[in-house]
């Protein structure tokens, strides 16, 4: 059985995943970091992938940009083939003054100006938050590695582009880190399913200082990224 995006079948696709916004990042994740990989979807160009790391099988997929596209794709991993562990590896844009391009975040937990919790027709605000068990072994995975971490709130934003001023500093005054567009999504959907997320970023560019990466830069260095997500397998 498919459904509307992904034209695997039940049992193609592994407990864990790895879930890049980029479809090419996860055909060059597949390429380079899995043995064995295997294609199980082109549907609308969002690649994904299933082979195994150290003989443990996974999944890498892409998500496409923002909440209604990761929250498609999370919501038919979930339901339709079973999966159990979600984890973004994407990147983010710093709000925080403390932090530098290419520093990675654990995003315990995420905020948004997005309605997209207004489904689960809750009587208040819905704090979007990551599985422990995926951020403590994270963390504990990235320090066996001596990869520097930061552990913290981020903001999933309906927009990249925004008339809006002083976003950063607003953010920050609550100690929310960096920005991205998919995380409070993938958390919400995982929660109702009782089935475990993690965003992992790397801060991409910065809101404050204005600094950016190149696209050959950010190709190298999200390595250690992907090495953190691979061990959660
Ligand atoms: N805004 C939203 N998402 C992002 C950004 C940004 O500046 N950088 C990387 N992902």
Same mark, same amino acid.
């Given at each position: 059985?498919?459904?509307?995006?992904?034209?695997?079948?039940?049992?193609? *696709?592994?407990?864990?995943?790895?879930?890049?916004?980029?479809?090419?990042?996860?055909?060059? *994740?597949?390429?380079?970091?899995?043995?064995?990989?295997?294609?199980?979807?082109?549907?609308?160009?969002?690649?994904?992938?299933?082979?195994?790391?150290?003989?443990?099988?996974?999944?890498?997929?892409?998500?496409?940009?923002?909440?209604?596209?990761?929250?498609?794709?999370?919501?038919?991993?979930?339901?339709?083939?079973?999966?159990?562990?979600? *984890?973004?590896?994407?990147?983010?844009?710093?709000?925080? +003054?403390?932090?530098?391009? #290419? +520093?990675?975040?654990?995003?315990?937990?995420?905020?948004?100006?997005?309605?997209?919790?207004?489904?689960?027709?809750?009587?208040?605000? #819905?704090?979007?938050?990551?599985?422990?068990?995926?951020? #403590?072994?994270?963390?504990?995975?990235?320090?066996?590695?001596?990869?520097?971490?930061?552990?913290?709130?981020?903001?999933?934003? +309906?927009?990249?582009?925004?008339?809006?001023?002083?976003?950063?500093?607003?953010?920050?005054?609550?100690?929310?880190?960096?920005?991205?567009?998919?995380?409070?999504?993938?958390?919400?959907?995982?929660?109702?399913?009782?089935?475990?997320?993690?965003?992992?970023?790397?801060?991409?560019?910065?809101?404050?200082?204005?600094?950016?990466?190149?696209?050959?830069?950010?190709?190298?260095?999200?390595?250690?990224?992907?090495?953190?997500?691979?061990?959660?397998?």
């Amino acid at each position: 059985m498919s459904t509307p995006h992904n034209s695997a079948k039940k049992g193609d *696709i592994a407990e864990t995943i790895l879930l890049p916004g980029d479809p090419l990042r996860a055909k060059f *994740i597949a390429e380079n970091f899995l043995e064995n990989p295997v294609q199980f979807n082109s549907v609308r160009n969002m690649l994904g992938f299933t082979g195994t790391y150290k003989g443990k099988p996974v999944s890498v997929m892409g998500t496409g940009m923002g909440m209604p596209s990761i929250g498609i794709y999370s919501y038919e991993l979930i339901h339709f083939y079973g999966v159990k562990n979600l *984890i973004r590896v994407g990147s983010c844009g710093a709000y925080s +003054d403390k932090l530098d391009l #290419y +520093d990675i975040i654990l995003a315990m937990g995420a905020c948004t100006n997005s309605n997209y919790a207004r489904q689960f027709e809750l009587p208040g605000t #819905y704090s979007a938050i990551a599985s422990w068990d995926l951020l #403590y072994k994270a963390k504990q995975v990235a320090d066996s590695k001596n990869i520097k971490v930061v552990v913290g709130n981020v903001l999933s934003s +309906d927009t990249f582009y925004t008339p809006e001023k002083d976003l950063p500093k607003k953010w920050s005054s609550m100690n929310v880190l960096a920005v991205e567009m998919e995380a409070y999504a993938l958390y919400c959907n995982a929660a109702a399913a009782g089935v475990n997320a993690l965003a992992i970023l790397t801060v991409s560019d910065s809101l404050v200082t204005k600094k950016e990466t190149t696209p050959e830069e950010r190709e190298k260095n999200f390595t250690q990224m992907i090495e953190i997500a691979l061990e959660l397998a």
